[in-house]
């Protein structure tokens, strides 16, 4: 074995090793994943919503939509999505209904368990700026379940 492909064989090493360094610890599967909402200054408490949804190393951060979002195809947009060890980060806007949204995400995986939050700020016609803060923690529950 010559020189040159014994260097790139370990710089190729290397790039595997960098790549499943960078990925999160998740096992993939059907997770459920819990979230509170909070909105600071109103006075009434949102529900607390429970989800199942498949979960991968290609689909890491987790659609908070109702079953009738999901048939016409959600309003929210995720951009600038990034992993940082265990952490999953990413920006997202959603345009719709008489209301703008922006926000940041944060997640933070553990194998089979995740907590993290997105802070979502709403421009609403005629009401001004308001903020919305899911925090969510998930467990795995095994395999995904195919519908």
Same mark, same amino acid.
């Given at each position: 074995?010559?020189?040159?492909?014994?260097?790139?064989?370990?710089?190729?090493?290397?790039?595997?090793?960098?790549?499943?360094?960078?990925?999160?610890?998740?096992?993939?599967?059907?997770?459920?994943?819990?979230?509170?909402?909070?909105?600071?200054?109103?006075?009434?408490?949102?529900?607390?919503?429970?989800?199942?949804?498949?979960?991968?190393?290609?689909?890491?951060?987790?659609?908070?939509?109702?079953?009738?979002?999901?048939?016409?195809?959600?309003?929210?947009?995720?951009?600038?999505?990034? *992993?940082?060890?265990? +952490? $999953?980060?990413?920006?997202? @806007?959603?345009? !719709? =209904? &008489?209301?703008?949204?922006?926000?940041?995400?944060?997640?933070?995986?553990?194998?089979? *368990?995740?907590?993290? +939050? $997105?802070?979502?700020?709403? @421009?609403?016609? !005629? =009401? &001004?700026?308001?903020?919305?803060?899911?925090?969510?923690?998930?467990?795995?529950?095994?395999?995904?379940?195919?519908?």
């Amino acid at each position: 074995m010559g020189r040159k492909r014994i260097t790139m064989v370990l710089i190729g090493i290397l790039l595997m090793v960098t790549a499943a360094m960078a990925a999160p610890n998740i096992q993939p599967g059907q997770w459920q994943i819990t979230t509170t909402i909070e909105m600071p200054g109103m006075h009434v408490r949102m529900p607390t919503m429970t989800t199942t949804q498949c979960l991968s190393i290609d689909d890491l951060i987790p659609r908070q939509t109702s079953p009738t979002e999901k048939q016409k195809g959600s309003p929210c947009k995720i951009a600038n999505m990034q *992993t940082k060890g265990n +952490k $999953v980060i990413w920006d997202v @806007v959603c345009n !719709g =209904q &008489g209301q703008n949204m922006k926000g940041h995400g944060e997640i933070t995986y553990h194998g089979d *368990t995740m907590e993290g +939050k $997105v802070t979502m700020k709403m @421009v609403t016609h !005629g =009401q &001004g700026t308001k903020t919305m803060i899911m925090h969510m923690k998930g467990k795995r529950l095994g395999e995904c379940k195919r519908e």
